[in-house]
T-cell receptor, first 114, second 113 residues
Framework: DGGITQSPKYLFRKEGQNVTLSCEQN?????MYWYRQDPGQGLRLIYY???????QKGDIAEGYSVSREKKESFPLTVTSAQKNPTAFYLC?????????????FGPGTRLTVL | QKEVEQNSGPLSVPEGAIASLNCTYS??????FFWYRQYSGKSPELIMF????GDKEDGRFTAQLNKASQYVSLLIRDSQPSDSATYLC?????????????FGTGTQLKVEL
């Protein structure tokens, strides 16, 4: 089955720790995205990547880092510099970074800081 | 002014009725418009997209776009309890280009028996 997988589904972090969220897709999509969703708010873009070894900051990149070493994978690291990391994190992909291509979402990772 | 605005609701409609969900956007040059459905605790699911002025129909769903008024809507005919969810409007603004979407905060729809 083609799709986007994210792991883990739930993640708990102690303050001061870095954690990495996994995102893998087998749709052969070129572009991948990371969003954050807080209760009662829309999705906010953290980082996006059009091709391997290239990525760009979104609207709220501070305290996050990413890598794109393979087309299928776009992991997100939430660093200790992110002051309020508790949120629902969503990974998405699309065929290419063009205006008319739909984005499809993975199931999400819910991160809680203890 | 928010870039993409939606009434948070909840919007309550009886089963079998038409649900009308509305979205306005601020960037006049926006090119593409998407509606996502999100069940509680789940990720968004794409249900409709529209690029040209007018109506686009897909089963019980109709998306309507009016670029002059900067307005996009989603109509759900014969609403079912399974349609109860939050509906997110997403817009691809011309600023910055590419496929970066700006999302509204969503409208909660409740379909009552």
């Amino acid at each position: 089955d083609g799709g986007i997988t994210q792991s883990p589904k739930y993640l708990f972090r102690k303050e001061g720790q870095n954690v990495t969220l996994s995102c893998e897709q087998n749709l052969n999509h070129d572009a991948m995205y990371w969003y954050r969703q807080d209760p009662g708010q829309g999705l906010r873009l953290i980082y996006y990547s059009q091709i391997v070894n290239d990525f760009q900051k979104g609207d709220i990149a501070e305290g996050y880092s990413v890598s794109r070493e393979k087309k299928e994978s776009f992991p997100l690291t939430v660093t200790s510099a992110q002051k309020n990391p508790t949120a629902f994190y969503l990974c998405a992909s699309s065929m290419e970074l063009a205006a008319y291509n739909e984005q499809f979402f993975g199931p999400g990772t819910r991160l809680t800081v203890l | 002014q928010k870039e993409v605005e939606q009434n948070s609701g909840p919007l309550s409609v009886p089963e079998g009725a038409i649900a009308s969900l509305n979205c306005t956007y601020s960037d006049r040059g926006s090119q593409s418009f998407f509606w996502y459905r999100q069940y509680s605790g789940k990720s968004p699911e794409l249900i409709m997209f529209i690029y040209s002025n007018g109506d686009k129909e897909d089963g019980r769903f109709t998306a309507q776009l009016n670029k002059a008024s900067q307005y996009v809507s989603l109509l759900i005919r014969d609403s079912q309890p399974s349609d109860s969810a939050t509906y997110l409007c997403a817009v691809n603004p011309i600023t910055g280009g590419g496929n970066k979407l700006t999302f509204g905060t969503g409208t909660q729809l409740k379909v009552e028996l």
